[in-house]
C-alpha cells in the first residue's frame, strides 16, 4: 500500500469548513484513498473514500486531486465534536483489512 | 443495529502471563481484524479473519494469535506477555474481506507490568 503524508496538526474555528490535506504520490491504479477518524478514547471511524471521482457523503466530502497524487478532506461545518485524529489511507480494495495506519492529522475545532 | 463489541474494556497482566480478549462484529459482517494502537508506533495491523479463516497478517510474533467462530465472532490471544504489549487493541468488522468499510470497537486497554 501507499504511503501518505499529513500534517500533524491544524486548527479549525466553529462552524467552518475544515480542509485536511493527505499526500500520496506513489498511490497506483488500483489503490483507493480512505479517511477515518479517531476521536480521543474510542476506535476510529469510517468518514469516506473513494477512488478517482470527488465523493460526498453526510460526513464529509472527499476532494481527490486529477494525478491522484493528493487529496483533501472537508467537513464543510465543523464543530466541537469534529475534533480527532484524522486518518488518510492508501490500499487496494481486496488489502482492505490489512491497513496500517499513520499518524494522521490532529484537528482542534475551537469555539 | 449494534455496533462492534469488544470485553473486556480493560486489562491488567502481569508480565509472561497470557491473555485473551474477545470482539462481537456487526450483525452479518463475516470478516474481523484486530489492530494494535500505542503512542509510540500509532495502529497497527495484527491479522483479519474471515470465514473463521486467517486472510492476512501483519508483521507482529507468533506470541500473537488469533481464531473467528462461526457466528463470526473472534478473540485474540497474546502468550507470555512483554511489557511493550501494552497498548490499545482494536478489533474492526465489515461486511466482506475486501470491504473498503469498516467500523471498529471501542477497544480493549491492555496494561503489562
Known amino acids: 500500500d501507499a504511503k501518505t503524508t499529513q500534517p500533524p496538526s491544524m486548527d479549525c474555528a466553529e462552524g467552518r469548513a475544515a480542509n485536511l490535506p493527505c499526500n500520496h504520490s506513489?498511490?497506483?491504479?488500483?489503490?483507493?484513498v480512505y479517511w477515518y477518524r479517531q476521536i480521543h478514547s474510542q476506535g476510529p471511524q469510517y468518514i469516506i473514500h473513494g477512488l478517482k471521482n470527488n465523493e460526498t457523503n453526510e460526513m464529509a466530502s472527499l476532494i481527490i486531486t486529477e494525478d491522484r497524487k493528493s487529496s483533501t478532506l472537508i467537513l464543510p461545518h465543523a464543530t466541537l465534536r469534529d475534533t480527532a485524529v484524522y486518518y488518510c489511507i492508501v490500499r487496494r480494495e481486496t488489502n482492505a483489512g490489512k491497513s496500517t495506519f499513520g499518524d494522521g492529522t490532529t484537528l482542534t475545532v475551537k469555539p | 443495529k449494534a455496533g462492534v463489541t469488544q470485553t473486556p474494556r480493560y486489562l491488567i497482566k502481569t508480565r509472561g502471563q497470557q491473555v485473551t480478549l474477545s470482539c462481537s462484529p456487526i450483525?452479518?459482517?463475516?470478516?474481523v481484524s484486530w489492530y494494535q494502537q500505542t503512542p509510540g508506533q500509532g495502529l497497527q495491523f495484527l491479522f483479519e479473519y474471515f470465514s473463521e479463516t486467517q486472510r492476512n497478517k501483519g508483521n507482529f510474533p507468533g506470541r500473537f494469535s488469533g481464531r473467528q467462530f462461526s457466528n463470526s465472532r473472534s478473540e485474540m490471544n497474546v502468550s507470555t506477555l512483554e511489557l511493550g504489549d501494552s497498548a490499545l487493541y482494536l478489533c474492526?468488522?465489515?461486511?466482506?474481506?475486501?470491504?473498503?468499510?469498516?467500523?471498529f470497537g471501542p477497544g480493549t486497554r491492555l496494561t503489562v507490568t
Open positions: 506513489t498511490i497506483s491504479g488500483n489503490e483507493y
Open positions: 474492526a468488522s465489515s461486511i466482506r474481506t475486501d470491504s473498503y468499510e469498516q467500523y
Open positions: 450483525s452479518g459482517h463475516r470478516s
